[in-house]
């Protein structure tokens, strides 16, 4: 079966040049995929907006209210946040889009699927828009899949450099998500720490990996190894999502870790791997961070490649020198927390 494809020109109205989170980003994806000849492999999905009920399962209705007044003129939320006349339009959009991934890949009309959206999502919490974050399409589409195609558990990584507080906040106090984070630390939203474990019913189902500036390659695939592949096992979920932020990468401008494309592949290929062997391979990757145009563009083409199964890798920026940070007493402080051993 194929890999499913969402992207959008749409989402271009959703932009304002002079900030890192503009246009520019998904064009430098759609560009990367075209010159690597793998628009073609895909299958682009016909998308439509998230309707009230599937946006009210997440976001408070104030919250909603306080887009839709807005719509039509430009402003902020917040320092961080800007909304363009059509924003409210688009972020409703772009969750949307996860949706029909979701779809594609939960009716077996796909085995796998790609999100290329924007407006990111994972900052956004129920009650405010934060992050360049308007909607959190990513918890958008986890309870959209438990209302319609009953799915159980679903298993939500994010491997954006920022912590994803709006994703944790949504389901802090439950048990039918599972909420990954690997996030440099401390770093912006400063929210993420590692006794930040749920609490109620949902104690032990968040689980956080605050890293030091400057992990990289082999860091992430230690962490990979020993804490997200267990705790998902142990799990078992009906889908995973995948909050994919490349702005870990050593290039990135916004923060200051030492990922490559190349170890982004790795990271890539060990959740279709978990996907495979615990959910039949349902997995949709969703477009968050990323802010150098050129990784961007190259990560998502790799992505990609993985998606389709094809045993290559293009990483022409290679690895940044340097020792990474130990994490080893990290790594084992969580595996006891959260009873990994």
């Given amino acids: 079966m194929p890999t499913a ?3 959008d020109p749409r989402f271009a109205s959703h932009t304002r040049p002079d900030h890192p989170e503009n246009a520019a980003r998904l064009a430098a994806v759609e560009q990367h995929l075209e010159q690597a000849n793998l628009t073609d492999q895909l299958v682009k999905l016909e998308i439509a907006p998230a ?5 009210l399962a997440v976001h408070s ?6 887009l839709d007044a807005m719509t039509g003129r430009s402003g902020l939320l917040g320092l961080d946040t800007y909304l363009a006349p059509r924003s409210y339009k688009i972020a409703r959009l772009a969750a949307g889009g ?16 790609l999100a290329a959206i924007r407006p ?6 129920p009650f405010n828009g934060m992050g ?11 309870r959209y899949a438990q209302r319609v195609y009953g799915v159980e558990r679903v298993l939500i990584v994010d491997y954006d450099v920022h912590h994803g507080n709006g994703t944790q906040d949504v389901f802090y106090t439950e048990p039918t998500v599972l909420y990954i984070s690997t996030h440099q630390w401390p770093l912006y939203p400063g929210t993420g720490a590692v006794q930040d474990t749920g609490s109620g019913p949902g104690a032990g189902y968040t689980i956080n990996v605050p890293l030091p500036p400057g992990v990289g390659d082999k860091g992430y695939a230690g962490v990979f190894e020993q804490l ?12 995973v999502l995948v909050s994919a932020g490349f702005d870990a990468h050593w290039a990135d401008p916004l923060a200051h870790m030492r990922l490559s494309l190349a170890g982004y592949d790795h990271l890539t290929r060990e959740l279709l791997a978990l996907a495979s062997a615990l959910c039949e391979g349902r997995i949709v990757f969703v477009l968050e961070g990323g802010y150098n145009l050129q990784v961007l563009g190259h990560a998502w083409a790799n992505v990609a490649r993985s998606l389709l199964g094809i045993d290559r890798v293009s990483d022409p920026l290679g690895s940044k020198n340097g020792e990474e940070p130990a994490i080893d007493q990290l790594v084992v402080s969580l595996k006891r927390l959260h009873k990994l051993d």
């Fill in 61 to 66: 209705p104030a919250y909603l209210a306080q």
């Fill in 98 to 113: 996860v949706l029909r991934a979701v779809d594609a890949v939960m009716c077996g009309d796909a085995d796998n699927a």
């Fill in 51 to 55: 309707t009230d009920e599937d946006v």
């Fill in 120 to 125: 990111p999502g994972h900052h956004a919490t």
């Fill in 228 to 239: 997200v592949w267990p705790a998902a096992q142990r799990f078992d979920p009906g889908l």
């Fill in 5 to 7: 494809f969402v992207c």
């Fill in 132 to 142: 360049f974050c308007l909607l959190n399409n990513v918890a958008v589409a986890a």
